[in-house]
């Protein structure tokens, strides 16, 4: 009976090959895990921009220089 031909090249060549292909075609479907460390957006030392949305700028809706909302 022959078994699984551990010692020739083209069997590792193979594995190592499905492994990969294997690899990426999971990658997209399993979920991600959080890193414990957040990072931080450049520039920012703390990190907080990262984590917090920026707020929406609100401004005044004006026609001909008149506001037409209060």
Same mark, same amino acid.
């Given at each position: 009976?022959?078994g699984i031909p551990t010692g020739?090249?083209?069997?590792?060549?193979?594995? =190592?090959? $499905? @492994?990969?292909?294997?690899?990426?075609?999971?990658?997209?479907? *399993?979920?991600?895990?959080?890193?414990?460390?957040?990072?931080?957006?450049?520039?920012?030392?703390? =990190?907080? $921009? @990262?984590?917090?949305?920026?707020?929406?700028?609100?401004?005044? *809706?004006?026609?001909g220089g008149r506001r037409v909302?209060?």
């Amino acid at each position: 009976m022959n078994g699984i031909p551990t010692g020739d090249w083209q069997f590792w060549v193979a594995t =190592g090959l $499905a @492994a990969v292909a294997l690899i990426a075609i999971l990658r997209p479907i *399993l979920p991600r895990r959080k890193s414990a460390k957040k990072t931080a957006c450049p520039g920012c030392p703390s =990190g907080e $921009a @990262a984590e917090k949305p920026s707020r929406p700028k609100h401004v005044d *809706l004006t026609i001909g220089g008149r506001r037409v909302r209060n």
